[in-house]
């Protein structure tokens, strides 16, 4: 969604905040554009790619040394110029760059317009730049960074809804304003110069140390210094820390798209993963970020797992491993569904948001409604700063660093990584043995060298998506532990190739989908040497039968697959609950080269954003 960069220093302003958009352009967006100010403000924006945005800034040049930039993904009003930010104020000197929705703002601009204010966009923000600029007037006086935040306060108090903002004044140039609640804004801190970005990544390079705002925070940034303060004007608790990114995480390298840079880390952030939270001693999994004591641990009586999108197929996963490891009942709810729904809990369910961001607004929404009703409720998260980390009672890191494709890749791994760690400390401190321990434990262990296996067929497995790149449809079907994964293979395959594609568990074929199998529409069969595979071999059968093409993805030295299905990509062995963990990645890689095949921009797919941070 949207993102913000804003700078004040001794630099010129427009190449860094280019640069920073740039590496924001992976949460999604349809417009782009820039104010700096020298003297006077002057505005470049436009619809379309920051391509276009660096174009028109090079044909109209803007210089200065601070600046406000914007990527935004529309909600209020259509993607034209027009709606692109930053937004003025009445007078044309303040200007604003907004993410989040300002809930009233139909009855602000009303008010506003029967003052006589004239808007020239549809945007929600173009009312708030209005609101603040009509109290700095009202506020009168010298005008100074004092005035400018008081003006800032006083608007924001008038709004419902969620914002992170940047702000800056003509008459007050060596102020930048930025403020949050609901939207993530950090504050990058360097020398004689500092930063305002919605995501770390924007300023990596640049702002050696960070501060995470938190909502209601109101920050003042000037070169060489910044106060934060409460939206009421209290004094606000705020924690410095090292931007921990090196520029090689945000930038692709030798890769040709951070999709695939995403896919290829999968055996590193796996062991990140699982680094320190095996006990050897113990032989089980320690997840000390959880906050709970044994007893709460043994207590607990049901999970619910919650999350949205590639994050609700990882907690898929996490249903089976969890119940097969520890047998504690365990339900999978989409966060968008959660959050509006009654759910009958006892006390001792324990909820675990899921979310690689930590800031998905579904997801955020249902941890606030389960903590609500008294539940001990649990992040698992990747983002260490993120809202959901700091809002959960507890939880687990993925440690996978940035993902920045917006398509999940090793999120998606990491996640169920770490629900298989907490299947494990929660099996082992119910019915399995110290030698289950240890199996479990070493067959971990050996996982991201699998995955390394996987990935040196790379390059056959690029021929095979080429080879179905014909397609008009395809399905994802799997079975048990496999089932999410044949979800996951279809979210994949339709996000970044924009083909039709389904993933439904395999004998689901009868009740229906077996009527869209045709040459034309391949089946992708997730069937590894498991409790099920003679059961997908019939399902492989039947869709042979009615001359569908069959790729599957199977288990090394399981003949059986090579006379039913047209091609095979095979994964090592390894126990049924740590299959998702290796099969995931081929049907990663097949989606990734049959969009590229199809000349999609794998990286930017159309209409998505990488962090939803709206409802
Ligand atoms: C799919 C994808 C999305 C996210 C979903 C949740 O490839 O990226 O489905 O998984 O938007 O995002 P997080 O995990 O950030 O809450």
């Given at each position: 969604m949207c993102g913000i960069i804003g700078y004040i220093g001794k630099s010129e302003a427009a190449p860094i905040l280019l640069e920073g958009l740039r590496r924001l352009e992976y949460r999604g967006y349809d417009s782009a554009g820039l104010a700096i100010l020298n003297g006077t403000l002057s505005v470049r924006k436009c619809k379309g790619r920051i391509a276009n945005l660096t174009d028109l800034i090079g044909r109209e040049p803007i210089h200065g040394d601070v600046g406000i930039s914007h990527t935004r993904w529309a909600?209020?009003?259509?993607?034209t110029d027009e709606n692109a930010h930053p937004h003025f104020d009445e007078s044309g000197k303040l200007a604003l760059v907004h993410n989040g929705v300002i809930e009233n703002y139909q009855t602000l601009k009303e008010q506003l317009l029967s003052e006589g204010h004239h808007f020239k966009?549809?945007?929600d923000t173009e009312v708030l730049a209005h609101l603040i600029g009509k109290h700095f007037e009202a506020l009168g006086g010298e005008a100074s960074g004092p005035r400018l935040v008081e003006a800032v306060r006083a608007a924001l108090k008038e709004v419902t809804g969620t914002y992170g903002i940047a702000v800056m004044h003509e008459a007050v140039p060596e102020t930048l304003v930025g403020a949050r609640r609901g939207s993530p804004l950090v504050l990058g801190i360097g020398k004689g110069e500092n930063f305002l970005a919605s995501d770390v990544s924007a300023i990596v390079g640049h702002a050696r140390e960070a501060v995470y705002l938190r909502d209601y925070d109101v920050v003042t940034l000037g070169r060489d210094d910044f106060e934060i303060t409460t939206l009421d004007g209290g004094v606000s608790g705020f924690k410095v820390s090292k931007v921990?990114?090196?520029?090689d995480d945000v930038n692709k390298g030798a890769f040709p798209h951070f999709m695939l840079k995403e896919i290829f880390e999968q055996p590193e952030s796996l062991q990140n993963a699982i680094r320190g939270r095996l006990s050897v001693e113990e032989s089980t999994a320690k997840?000390?970020?959880?906050?709970?004591?044994p007893q709460q641990l043994r207590d607990i009586e049901r999970i619910v797992l919650t999350g949205c999108g590639t994050a609700c197929h990882a907690a898929m996963v996490g249903e089976y491993v969890i119940e097969t490891l520890a047998h504690v009942p365990t339900e999978v709810e989409f966060a968008s569904e959660f959050r509006y729904r009654n759910m009958p809990m006892n006390k001792d369910t324990v909820v675990f948001a899921i979310s690689q961001?930590?800031?998905t607004a579904d997801t955020l929404a249902a941890l606030r409604e389960s903590q609500r009703k008294g539940h001990r409720t649990l992040g698992i998260c990747n983002?260490?700063?993120s809202t959901i980390a700091r809002e959960s009672d507890g939880g687990v890191y993925m440690?996978?660093?940035?993902?920045?494709?917006?398509?999940?890749?090793?999120s998606f791994t990491s996640q169920v990584a770490v629900l298989t760690l907490l299947g494990l400390l929660l099996g082992r401190i119910r019915h399995l043995s110290t030698s289950d321990g240890i199996r479990i434990m070493e067959e971990m262990k050996a996982i991201p060298e699998k995955v390394r296996e996987i990935l040196k067929q790379n390059d056959r497995i690029k021929e095979i998506a080429h080879k179905y790149a014909y397609a008009k449809a395809m399905m994802f079907l799997g079975r048990q532990f496999n089932y999410p994964v044949a979800m996951e293979g279809a979210l994949k395959m339709k996000e970044i190739s924009y083909l039709h594609a389904e993933g439904h568990p395999?004998?689901?074929?009868?009740?229906?989908?077996?009527?869209?199998?045709?040459?034309e529409v391949p089946s992708v069969f997730i069937a590894p040497?498991?409790?099920v595979y003679d059961k997908n071999i019939s399902n492989i059968e039947e869709v042979k039968a009615r001359k569908g093409p069959v790729i599957a993805i199977g288990t090394e030295g399981s003949s059986k697959l090579e006379k039913v299905a047209d091609d095979v990509i095979y994964i090592p062995r390894c126990p049924d609950y740590l299959s998702p963990l290796l099969t995931v990645i081929p049907l990663q890689l097949f989606a990734y080269h049959l969009a590229v095949k199809l000349g999609c921009d794998v990286d930017k797919p159309r209409n998505l954003a990488k962090s939803v941070t709206v409802e």
């Open positions: 909600t209020h009003g259509g993607v966009s549809q945007t921990e990114f090196s520029e997840l000390g970020g959880l906050n709970m004591t961001s930590g800031e983002n260490v700063a440690h996978a660093g940035p993902e920045i494709g917006v398509a999940a890749t090793k395999s004998a689901e074929l009868k009740h229906g989908v077996i009527a869209l199998i045709s040459p040497d498991d409790s």
